[in-house]
């Protein structure tokens, strides 16, 4: 009732890996099972064991093997062919290793167009065990932080590149992306201050950098590079635009190719797209979290300072400042009002 795939009539069994039958066989520590022709042949259909689930077939009540699996799913939803095969490294030998054999040796066409292997996530260093103790779940993080920061946390990584989780990883992502939601939010502003004329040399600079993305992507798929580039935008736009400062009709323009640009390039990674008023408060009450600080004793702060800066009390002002300075508030004075956030 058990059914064998015969690795030897293969010839190209190992080409993903780049491991030949013969090493495989020398390194192997395969229980000999007498009855495989050869101890690196693998089940494609096992006997159903007492109580276990199963399904009829020519050989008897049974269940298919793990590696049949996904190569059923893949046959029955994309065909013959399929473009994109992705997976942990650690899955390369034997398990897409034997799914390349089989869904060859079946249809005699090339199974994957490409294999995307990510590499391991550690935690503070270590990789995740129960005697560890140090398992994390997806559920326990998203009760905690928007799922945008773990998406921000992985991109910014390249998938082949080992990513250490750890608070000091998260505490990173939380800037970035405040970063870029600040410019987002300046954008806004500035490009509703009047009507836009577009500046040439701006959409010059936004072709290039779109060019340098595109040349990440296919590079590899390095989603990190990618963000590099958005991160050095972000600097160029925030060098030439000020919070509250004059605004005129090419400033305007600038604001809104940026902040269309930024929209659309984050839509591919799925980043960007949340308000960028409301975002940026919910990550900075996080950061003020961190630091064991309150929204309302910030601002209460602030609020005092402003006063001080009314009545002309010019030093009590400054020692507020330096006062939310230490406690790493930035605080800016524009002509239409004081506007503070975490420092980033």
Request: neutral net charge.
């Given at each position: 009732g058990e059914v064998f795939f015969s690795v030897s009539s293969?010839?190209?069994?190992?080409k993903l890996s780049g491991r030949k039958t013969e090493?495989?066989?020398?390194g192997a520590r395969v229980e000999v099972d007498a009855k495989k022709r050869d101890p690196m042949d693998f089940t494609l259909w096992k006997p159903a064991k007492p109580g276990e689930e199963y399904w009829e077939s020519p050989w008897g009540k049974g269940r298919p093997g793990w590696h049949i699996e996904c190569s059923a799913m893949n046959y029955a939803l994309f065909g013959e062919q399929i473009d994109i095969h992705g997976g942990g490294l650690d899955l390369?030998?034997?398990?897409?290793?034997?799914?390349?054999?089989?869904s060859e040796g079946a249809c005699g066409k090339a199974f994957a167009k490409y294999w995307i292997h990510n590499n391991m996530i550690t935690f503070d260093g270590q990789k995740m065990s129960k005697s560890v103790g140090n398992i994390r779940t997806?559920?326990?993080f998203l009760e905690k932080y928007p799922a945008e920061i773990f998406k921000f946390m992985i991109l910014s990584c390249h998938y082949r590149s080992v990513l250490d989780f750890s608070d000091q990883t998260i505490e990173q992502s939380i800037s970035g992306l405040a970063r870029f939601y600040s410019a987002l939010l300046l954008a806004e502003e500035v490009a509703n201050t009047t009507m836009p004329v577009e500046d040439e040399a701006f959409e010059k600079y936004l072709g290039e950098v779109d060019a340098k993305m595109t040349k990440s992507y296919d590079e590899d798929f390095n989603t990190a590079e990618s963000i590099a580039h958005l991160f050095e935008l972000v600097r160029t736009f925030n060098g030439k635009t000020r919070r509250?400062?004059?605004?005129?009709?090419?400033?305007a323009g600038r604001a809104q190719s940026f902040y269309g640009f930024?929209?659309?390039k984050g839509e591919l990674m799925a980043l960007?797209?949340?308000p960028s008023a409301q975002f940026l408060i919910l990550l900075d009450d996080m950061l003020l979290d961190q630091k064991g600080l309150k929204r309302s004793e910030i601002q209460s702060k602030v609020d005092e300072r402003i006063k001080a800066r009314t009545e002309k009390n010019f030093p009590e002002s400054d020692r507020l400042r330096n006062e939310l300075t230490a406690l790493g508030i930035s605080v800016q004075d524009t002509p239409t009002g004081c506007f503070w956030e975490v420092q980033k």
């Open positions: 293969f010839p190209s069994y190992g090493d495989l066989m020398a390369i030998f034997p398990h897409h290793e034997n799914e390349i054999a089989q997806m559920r326990s509250g400062g004059k605004v005129d009709a090419k400033t930024m929209r659309s960007f797209q949340q």
